[in-house]
């Protein structure tokens, strides 16, 4: 409960930071920095070290690319039939179509599971949501903005992003024990993640025009929140016990629309105001329905 109420103060916090401009503009940037950069990989080398590698972690890895395939079929056929522009269509998708299961699944986990959940959080973020939008994620979004991603380019991304090179070698160092020391530097380091994504996601928090946008973001939140991790839920119940691993992979499946995916939304110029929107918005609705979510999976 404790770290819940944290998780809430943090998260208005920022939004009072932005509505009396007590912090400057830049802030979401140099906050998102440490996590992406500090924060995450700390967490990365400290638990996936602890991890038992094994053909069980194929269901929580594909959800991410399962819950995007049917993002794509679904808003491409919707986006036709309610005459969306090529920008909303792709923007739905991107945002819509990739859980936030770092930034705000981690902390949730946290509070919903404890802390054994978060080895298998780190798994479905890092081998599932990240490595779909920067595959087949910036394919998406280049198509629909008319740019053209080289093979090269998306290999850079990949190899390049601190989270995933963490991976890489939390992976290598798994016969290594680590020293008391490293491990107590790794907690500390990882520990912040979770009050400076909140504050962070607070401080980002937009509602301009929101009705010029409501039956997009209707669409769009109803798909992210209920719908993809009901269809999850029960396909992956005739294949898997309902154990801890299954628990986080259907909690993560509800987790609100992606932050950094919204982001390049924005970098492609698809629909900018839109993706600020189911971010927020999204967010502040998944209090209420992770836990709904929550008393399902106990």
Known sequence: ?????????????????????????????????????ISLPALTLLYIHNLNLNWQIIVPVSMAWITFNLAFRIFRWLGKRLNWTRETTACIILVCGLGNTSFVGLPMI?????????????????????LVLSTFGIVIASFYSGIKTSGKYLIKRILTFPPFLSLMIALMLLPVDYPPVMITVLEKLGNILAPIALLSVGYQLRFTKFYDHKLDIIAGLSFKLILSPLFLFFLYSLFVQKDLSFQITIFEAAMPPMITAAIVASEYNLNKELASMLVGIGIIISFLTLTGWWYILS
């Open 1 to 37: 409960m404790s770290n819940f109420l944290l998780l809430g103060i943090c998260f208005v916090l920022g939004i009072v930071f932005r509505r009396f401009r007590l912090l400057p503009e830049q802030t979401p940037s140099i906050l998102n920095g440490f996590i992406i950069y």
């Open 110 to 130: 946290e509070v919903f599971f404890g802390k054994e959940g978060i080895p298998i959080g780190l798994m479905i973020d890092q081998l599932g949501s990240f």
